[in-house]
């Protein structure tokens, strides 16, 4: 519903869209030149459809309020106690998110 933009898009289809746009521009992506600021982001839906740029600039207001993630919070699994998984699940998972984590570090996604 959002790329074109979609005569059937209702408004509410156009926020959920907003709100994907706004995170993928704060993410780290090479086909987007990188990650982008808050401040920043209002110069690149410069391009965007008038619909789009009009739900993101609806949205983008509420998203600058929200605390973002702690990314260094999340590549310590030190800081995620076991909460009930038992010790084997615990571990995969631990192991797993280490293999990505160097995954990540390698293609200079942190």
């Known amino acids: 519903m ?3 933009p979609s005569p059937q ?3 509410e289809d156009l926020l959920v869209g907003a709100v994907d746009t706004i995170c993928s521009q704060l993410e780290n992506r090479r ?8 401040e920043e982001i ?5 391009k965007s ?6 739900a993101v ?3 983008f207001p509420e998203m600058q309020k929200l605390e973002q993630p702690k990314l260094e919070r999340l590549i ?3 800081e995620f106690p076991n909460i009930g998984l038992s010790d084997e ?3 995969e998972i631990f192991l797993r998110t280490q293999e990505v984590t160097i995954l990540f570090k390698a293609f200079g996604q942190l």
């Open 2 to 4: 959002w790329n074109g």
């Open 9 to 11: 898009a209702t408004q």
């Open 31 to 38: 086909y987007q030149n990188g990650s982008h600021s808050y």
């Open 42 to 46: 209002p110069d690149v839906m410069k």
């Open 49 to 54: 459809h008038q619909k789009q740029k009009e």
């Open 57 to 59: 600039m609806i949205i």
């Open 76 to 78: 310590n699994l030190l």
């Open 89 to 91: 699940a615990y571990e």
